[in-house]
Antibody, heavy 113, light 110 residues
Framework: EVQLVESGGTLVQPGASLRLSCAAS????????MHWVRQAPGKRPEWVAD????????YYVDSVKGRFTISRDNAKNSVFLQMNSLRAEDTAIYYC??????WGQGALVTVSS | QAGLTQPPSVSKGLRQTATLTCTGN????????AAWLQQNQGHPPKLLTH???DRPSGIPERFSASRSGNTASLTITGLQPEDEADYYC???????????FGGGTKLTVL
């Protein structure tokens, strides 16, 4: 059974940094693209970033380019999202996603003073 | 402007058929089609169809997808009370190098 478990969500002040982690199991992690998708309260989901199976290439939505970095550790079956210079509009539940078929339960990130 | 457009709401009767639409452009829906996801309040989205209309294991045949030009459609036959949810389309945009979600359609089963 595919499992994706996010961690690291919390309340932070504007301008702060935060690192989200996602532990994957139940599939051959090193052969899949992995995504981060976020959803603000009452809003549509928004794709944030993805990373190739070998970690060599990443794509980002324009609103996070230069602030967020996606990375992975295939030896530990984990994917990460480093978020810097956080803004109030980054407040959302952040989901770790495989193939858009498997979703974690999400990590809540709240950016507020 | 890039984006996927969905009607905000659709209402249909029990056991009827609902068709939800998602309109994009040649760089997204018209290029490689759209996937469809269902979301119930308080839960992560659930994939109903991949691009190309294949369904993940466990998704009933009542859910089917199609595409005509730059518009993708999700057809749900034999509507059940549990089908009442928000539905989102999702497509890769080759000009933006980004995945796009539609604005979502709230389906009400009367």
């Amino acid at each position: 059974e595919v499992q994706l478990v996010e961690s690291g969500g919390t309340l932070v002040q504007p301008g702060a940094s935060l690192r989200l982690s996602c532990a994957a199991s139940g599939f051959t992690f090193s052969t899949y693209y992995m995504h981060w998708v976020r959803q603000a309260p009452g809003k549509r989901p928004e794709w944030v970033a993805d990373i190739t199976p070998d970690g060599s290439t990443q794509y980002y939505v324009d609103s996070v380019k230069g602030r967020f970095t996606i990375s992975r550790d295939n030896a530990k079956n984990s994917v990460f999202l480093q978020m810097n210079s956080l803004r109030a509009e980054d407040t959302a539940i952040y989901y770790c996603v495989r193939l858009f078929e498997n979703w974690g339960q999400g990590a809540l990130v709240t950016v507020s003073s | 402007q890039a984006g996927l457009t969905q009607p905000p709401s659709v209402s249909k009767g029990l056991r009827q058929t609902a068709t939800l639409t998602c309109t994009g452009n040649n760089n997204n829906v018209g290029n490689e089609g759209a996937a469809w996801l269902q979301q119930n309040q308080g839960h992560p989205p659930k994939l109903l169809t991949h691009r190309g209309d294949d369904r993940p294991s466990g998704i009933p045949e009542r859910f089917s997808a199609s595409r005509s030009g730059n518009t993708a459609s999700l057809t749900i036959t034999g509507l059940q009370p549990e089908d009442e949810a928000d539905y989102y389309c999702l497509a890769w945009d080759s000009s933006l190098n980004a995945w796009l979600f539609g604005g979502g359609t709230k389906l009400t089963v009367l």
